[in-house]
């Protein structure tokens, strides 16, 4: 099993920045990839980036595209999700979520493992 732990989020005027964290423990695998996915209120929950295991593939949405950036740091088994410019249609739930194997994790249904949440709102 693997535990997935979220944190950084809060309320930000747009135009701000914030750092989601997602901390990783318990089962390990040699390739998997992370991802942020987002949900808002009434709304599907979407795909919003995610790295490859070895840190040298990411992937955006079209939304975020220039303004957020995934990273991990394998020592600390962190994932970030830097959020730069931020909009008031970034605000939702955005959660950390693990995919085994080479397929990089960009859909839901795919996802083996989904961290709690955690919330962020943008303020105009």
């Known amino acids: 099993q693997v535990q997935l732990v979220e944190s950084g989020g809060g309320l930000v005027q747009a135009g701000g920045s914030l750092r989601l964290s997602c901390a990783a423990s318990g089962r390990t695998f040699s390739t998997y990839s992370v991802g942020w996915f987002r949900q808002a209120p009434g709304k599907e929950r979407e795909f919003v980036a995610a790295?490859?295991?070895?840190?040298?593939?990411?992937f955006y949405a079209d939304s975020v595209k220039g303004r957020f950036t995934i990273s991990n740091d394998s020592a600390k088994n962190t994932v970030y999700l830097q959020m730069n410019s931020l909009e008031p249609e970034d605000t939702a739930v955005y959660y950390c979520a693990v995919k085994r194997g080479y397929t990089i994790v960009r859909i839901t249904t795919l996802v083996d493992y989904w961290g709690q949440g955690t919330l962020v709102t943008v303020s105009s």
């Open positions: 790295i490859s295991w070895s840190g040298g593939s990411t």
